[in-house]
Every structure is written in structure tokens, then in C-alpha cells.
């Protein structure tokens, strides 16, 4: 009875345990199915999710965008200048002489018409001397020529009378008066008339001695008075090149080297001396405004242009010009460099946009522009004129429409983006920082 029982039992547990095992195999083959399943759904998303999702991730993009606006534009050009004095020459003795005294140095200021210094020059007293007796001597030769002239007249005179009565009473009455008479007295009229033009020659020929005589003496004087070396205009002293006692020579003197005594600069009034390139030369007017930044002073300064060469230069291909400024106080040296803004044009309620929404290819140029929906659409402008920050839009855009600033890589035409409305000044700003 034992064995019986036993039997059945262990082959009832056998069946049961066969039964847990496929149980097991077929739930984890239910399992992996499952997640073989999930996996591929999550991975093969539809069109229309994927369309959802970009839509997503791009509604979340945040741009930087400007409103297209009016404002007054000017065109300018910047440049760097050097200033340098209204006037300034180097002082020279027109005679050679010696140095008797100087009294100027290195920073003195002088007026116009101030001795700076005076030579000794004797052999040009001399040369007066000589000139002043020239003078003397022809007017001695007029005062004589003269009373020659005088006493020819006289005879002249006389002669002339003597052959007129001779020759009326021989007319009058045949056979009164010797027809030889007659003829010597005519003659004696017509030598006396020959002395008289011969005299007025010598008076006329002492009288350009006279001449030739005074103009050496002006000569000599105004050598002599160049013995004095004056400042020709108010300003300073600059440099100083010769000592009391120093020969220097005439400045007039091609066949020497002549150095000059000083060097004089007026600085009462300055130039700026700009270097115009050709592109903008043509756009340059007498009057045009100005502003100077004066780095060495820290400080700005207005002008405006106040004569210019009209003429490029051969080498630089530049347009020298120059703007005057007003310098009694002293603050501007000579030599000083600033940077001058130079307005070219102008244009007042201009449609602008910032310049860095611009994007450009030769000729074409393109914007990114916002419309009400939030969405970007690429569009083809025609540009204008442009300062340092906005460009002026001719066509393309209207007036309130927004457009995309910056780099532009991350957008692309039908993009839905979050506007962020800035200024172009303010990206200008942040640019530049």
C-alpha cells in the first residue's frame, strides 16, 4: 500500500513542476515582446509627431530682434590729423655780417615787426657811403647842366634875333644888306640852336646818372637796414641756430649754405592738416562741419573746413585739407595728433534698420524679417545710406517691421522664434563692450 501511494504522488509533482516552467518561459518571452514593442514605438515616431516637435523646440528659440524706424543719418568719415602753426619760416639775414647782438631764445614770444637781432656789416657802410656821394655828384652834374643849358638858351637867343632883323631888312630892300651878312648870321642862329640841344642832352644824361645813383643808394639802404633782423608776424620762438659774434651768411646766397639765425612759428592759430582719400575727396565744400577729438587734452573740438587743395597727390593718392582753429589760449602744441569726424552727407527721416541685421553679397543684401505669427522670412533689401550703426533701407521693408540682429547661422526662412526686442544702438553698444 505504501508503494502505491508514493508512486502517483511523485508523478503528480513532476507534471506540476513541467507546468511552472513553461509558465516561466512563455511570460518572459511575453516580456521581452513587450519592450521590443515600446522600444520600437518610441523610436519611430509619425510625420506629423516630428513636425509637432520641431515646431516645439523651435517656438522655444529665443532672437534678438529690431524695429525697422526713421531717423536722421549722416554719412562721416574719420581721420587722423596733425596740427601744425598758421605760420612758420625760418628767419635769415638777407646780408653776411657778424652777430652783434640776439635777443631772442627757444619759447620767447615776440610781436610782429620786434628786432631779434643786429649785424655788423662794414664793408656795406661803405657801399652807402659811395652811393650817397654818387648821389651828391649827379646832382652837382644837373645844377651844371642846367646853367649850360641856360646860357645856350641866351645865345640861341640872341643869334636867332641878330638873323631875323638882318634877314627882314634884306627882303625889305634889295641891295641894303650883304647877302653874306645874311648867310653868317644863320649861321650863327643854327649853331647857337645846336648848343642849346646839346646842353639839354648832357642835363638829360646827368639826370640818369642820377638815377642809376639813387637806386644804388636804395640799394644800400635797404641792405643796411636788413642789419636789423625783425619778427615778421607775433609768435614764438621754435629754434635758435647762431650765438652773439657768429658770421652768417646772406640768404639770397646760392653758392653757400646759409643757416638761419631762428625759426618762428605762429601759434596763435593752427592748422589741422588732413589727408582726404580720393574715394570722399569730391565730397569735401568749404564750410563742411567738423569734430576733432583731441586725445591728449581728452576733449572734442568743432571747426569746419577751411580750405583744401583740389588737387590729389600723385604718390598718396590724397586730397590735402585743412581746417583753422583758434589756439590765443595756447592749450593746442604744434605736432599734436587728433582724430577728426568729417560729416559728408546727411539725410533727415531716413528708414533704417540696425546694421548688423544686414547680410550681404556684392551687390545683393538680405534681412531676416519677422512677421505677426513670430516666423522668420528671409527678404532681398536695397540699402542706402550708413553711419556706424543703422543703414537706411530704400525698398524691402516698411516702416514697424522687425527684423532678426546678429548672426543669422541660427536661423533659418520659416523658423518660429521668441522675439527679444532690442535697439540697434543698445547692440551697437553691447558690440563694441
Known amino acids: 500500500m505504501s508503494a502505491r501511494r508514493a ?16 509558465l516561466w518561459i512563455i511570460g518572459t518571452v511575453l516580456v521581452f515582446a513587450a519592450i521590443m514593442m515600446w522600444r520600437w514605438i518610441g523610436w519611430a515616431p509619425t510625420k506629423a509627431d516630428d513636425e509637432n516637435q520641431t515646431r516645439t523646440e523651435d517656438s522655444d528659440t529665443p532672437a534678438a530682434v529690431g524695429r525697422v524706424e526713421r531717423r536722421t543719418l549722416s554719412n562721416s568719415l574719420t581721420i587722423a590729423g596733425e596740427f601744425k602753426p598758421f605760420q612758420d619760416v625760418d628767419v635769415q639775414a638777407k646780408a653776411a655780417g657778424y652777430i652783434r647782438v640776439i635777443y631772442v631764445d627757444v619759447g620767447d614770444h615776440v610781436k610782429v615787426g620786434q628786432t631779434l637781432a643786429v649785424l655788423e656789416i662794414p664793408e656795406l657802410a661803405a657801399q652807402l657811403a659811395g652811393a650817397d656821394a654818387s648821389v651828391r655828384r649827379a646832382q652837382e652834374e644837373i645844377r651844371r647842366a642846367q646853367s649850360d643849358i641856360e646860357r645856350a638858351q641866351s645865345t640861341h637867343s640872341a643869334a636867332h634875333s641878330a638873323y631875323a632883323r638882318l634877314k627882314q ?42 638815377e ?13 637796414s636788413y642789419s636789423r633782423i625783425i619778427a615778421p608776424f607775433a609768435g614764438v620762438i621754435t629754434g635758435r641756430y647762431a650765438d652773439t659774434g657768429a658770421l652768417v651768411q646772406g640768404g639770397t646766397s646760392s653758392s653757400t649754405q646759409a643757416l638761419p639765425l631762428v625759426r618762428l612759428a605762429q601759434t596763435s592759430k593752427l592748422r589741422l592738416v588732413l589727408a582726404i582719400p580720393e574715394s570722399v575727396a569730391a565730397h569735401i565744400h568749404l564750410g563742411d562741419a567738423v569734430r576733432v577729438r583731441v586725445q591728449a587734452l581728452n576733449r572734442d573740438i568743432d571747426g569746419t573746413v577751411s580750405r583744401f587743395a583740389d588737387s590729389l597727390d600723385r604718390q598718396t593718392r590724397t586730397m590735402e585739407t585743412e581746417i583753422d582753429f583758434d589756439n590765443r589760449e595756447g592749450r593746442l602744441i604744434p605736432g599734436m595728433y587728433a582724430e577728426t569726424r568729417l560729416s559728408l552727407r546727411e539725410k533727415k527721416d531716413a528708414l533704417t534698420i540696425p546694421i548688423e541685421s544686414v547680410t550681404r553679397n556684392g551687390n545683393d543684401a538680405t534681412v531676416l524679417a519677422v512677421n505677426l505669427q513670430n516666423v522668420v522670412e528671409e527678404r532681398h533689401v536695397r540699402l542706402g545710406l550708413e553711419d556706424e550703426t543703422h543703414v537706411e533701407i530704400i525698398s524691402g521693408l516698411s516702416d514697424g517691421d522687425r527684423v532678426v540682429i546678429g548672426s543669422r547661422s541660427g536661423f533659418h526662412d520659416g523658423q518660429r522664434i521668441q522675439p527679444n526686442e532690442v535697439s540697434g544702438a543698445t547692440t551697437k553698444t553691447e558690440r563694441d563692450n
Not at 502517483?8 to 507546468?19: C, D, F, I
Open 7 to 22: 508512486g502517483p504522488t511523485l508523478h503528480a509533482a513532476m507534471n506540476k513542476g513541467m507546468s511552472e516552467k513553461k
Open 212 to 224: 642809376v645813383a639813387q637806386a644804388n643808394q636804395q640799394q644800400f639802404t635797404a641792405l643796411s
Open 169 to 210: 631888312a634884306a627882303d625889305s630892300t634889295a641891295g641894303l644888306v650883304a647877302q653874306q651878312e645874311v648867310d653868317n648870321s644863320q649861321a650863327k642862329d643854327l649853331e647857337a640852336e645846336a648848343e642849346m640841344a646839346s646842353r639839354q642832352a648832357a642835363l638829360s644824361g646827368a639826370q640818369q646818372q642820377m
